[in-house]
C-alpha cells in the first residue's frame, strides 16, 4: 500500500476534515506547495484559495479562507479561518457575498473607504473561492 499522509483541517468552530491522503496541494503566501508524505516540515500562512487534496477516490478540494499550515512528514495541519467541504457549500448564500462585495467595491474609490474596500475585497475573494470549489467538484 502507498504511503499516506495524515492531513488535519481545523476552524474555530469545528474539525473540517481528518483522514488519511496521498497529497496535499496549497497556495501559501510564498506560493503554491505539494505535499507527499515524508515531506520536510514547514509552516506557512494560507491565501484564500482551494486547499487540494488526492486520495484514493481522486481530487477533492476544500474551500480554505486564509489561516495556517503545519508540515511534519506524517501530519498536516491546516489552521483555517473557516473552511467548507464541497457539499457543506451554500451556492445562493456565496453568490449573495459575491454581489454585495462587489457593489461594496464599486461604491468605496475614495481614499476614507479604504478599509471597507480591503473588507469588502477579502469578501469577495471567500465568495468566489467558495463558487470555484463548488463548481470544481461537480466536474
Ligand atoms: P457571508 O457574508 O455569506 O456570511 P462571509 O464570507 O462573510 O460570507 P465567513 O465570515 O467567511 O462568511 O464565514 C462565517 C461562517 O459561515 C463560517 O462558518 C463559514 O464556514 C460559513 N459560510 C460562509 N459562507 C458560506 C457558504 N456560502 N456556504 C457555507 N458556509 C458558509
New binding site residues.
Partial sequence: MAKKIRLDIV?P?RLVYSADVDMVIARTTTGDIGILPGHAPLVAGLQIWPLRLLNDEGELPIAV?SGFIEVQPEKVTVLA????LPE????N??K??KA?AEARLKGSTDAKHKIDAARAEA?LQ??ML?LTVSRQSSQ
Fill in positions: 476552524s468552530e479562507s479561518a473557516c473552511a467548507e457543506e457549500i451554500d451556492i448564500r456565496a449573495e457575498a454585495r469578501a471567500r465568495a467558495r
